[in-house]
């Protein structure tokens, strides 16, 4: 039997006004990118794009809000969403991603149908400060363990491509295990003029060598590549999954655009895979 390719889709559902300074991220309104910036997606069009996504195959929608974390507001248009996500297409794992987030916020989310929890690590502790300034990443930490406790399925991974060492890069991966989570969402910086960050694009070798280690440190978690897929690897991203990758987004990520989902269905079985029917297929 083939392995299995799980594939979810990201709907930005708050864009673009985050105060934070990570160095990476388009949606801080310090770095001035033209991207799209807007408070609520209207829920009709998140139940609409969860309907398409699961056209497509998808098994898993993310409710993306940018923003350091939850607050009462934000909560509630989630909750909202996904609600609504889950009365229109109920086999859809859903997936918030809100940032920080308190045990009893979590505890919310998952009353009103979320099934899992996604806050990226990003990096190594130690290198984390020269990314972001405005807050930490023992926070960060703090937030994944709330996941766990909230008997959620925690999703957290990072990015590669910052300016970080090896050293680094196997210290996140070693943080990233010691929280046992479901899913790793691996990105790949995707440079943009506006952003202080002036790394280029990861060498593909490079990049396919760390999803290599990633699968060594993290047998069992599902191993997922995130941003930066198509402007890394191009047209050898198939190469992606004999590294060890078994997930990945299709369509479109937060600001960037991504491969028209057909292409990466084709990709998908030309490599020889089998895209995953639900979330529990094995
Ligand atoms: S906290 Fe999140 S949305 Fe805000 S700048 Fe950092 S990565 Fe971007």
């Not at 130690?126 to 937030?143: A, D, L, N, V």
Request: aromatic share 6%.
């Amino acid at each position: 039997m083939s392995k299995k390719i799980f594939l979810c889709a990201i709907s930005n559902i708050s864009s673009g006004h985050c105060l934070e300074d990570c160095g990476f991220c388009t949606q801080s309104v310090r770095h001035g990118a033209a991207i799209d910036r807007f408070y609520h997606k209207p829920i009709e069009q998140i139940a609409e794009e969860a309907k398409a996504a699961r056209k497509r195959s998808a098994v898993g929608f993310c409710l993306v809000t940018a923003g350091k974390g939850l607050d009462e507001k934000t909560l509630k248009f989630v909750c909202e969403a996904a609600e609504a996500v889950k009365k229109e297409v109920p086999e859809l794992n859903i997936i918030a991603c809100n940032g920080t987030a308190t045990l009893d916020q979590l505890r919310v989310l998952k009353s009103f149908g979320v099934g899992s929890y996604n806050h990226n690590l990003e990096t190594s502790e130690s290198f984390y400060p020269k990314i972001c300034t405005t807050h930490g990443w023992r926070e960060r930490y703090e937030t994944c363990e709330n996941v766990k406790k909230a008997e959620l399925n925690l999703c957290t991974g990072g990015i590669f491509g910052l300016g970080e060492s090896m050293e680094d890069r196997v210290d996140l991966l070693e943080s990233i295990a010691s929280l046992e989570p479901a899913s790793v969402p691996i990105n790949f910086y995707h440079p943009n003029s506006s952003l202080p960050i002036k790394q280029q694009t990861l060498d593909v070798e490079e990049a396919l060598d760390m999803i290599r280690v990633a699968r060594e440190m993290l047998p069992t978690q599902r191993i997922m590549i995130a941003g930066g897929r198509e402007i890394t690897f191009g047209e050898r991203d198939r190469e992606i999954f004999e590294a060890g990758a078994n997930a990945i987004v299709i369509g479109d990520y937060l600001t960037t655009t991504g491969n028209d989902p057909m292409r990466d269905h084709r990709m998908i079985e030309e490599a020889g895979y089998e895209v995953a029917a639900d979330c529990h297929d094995n």
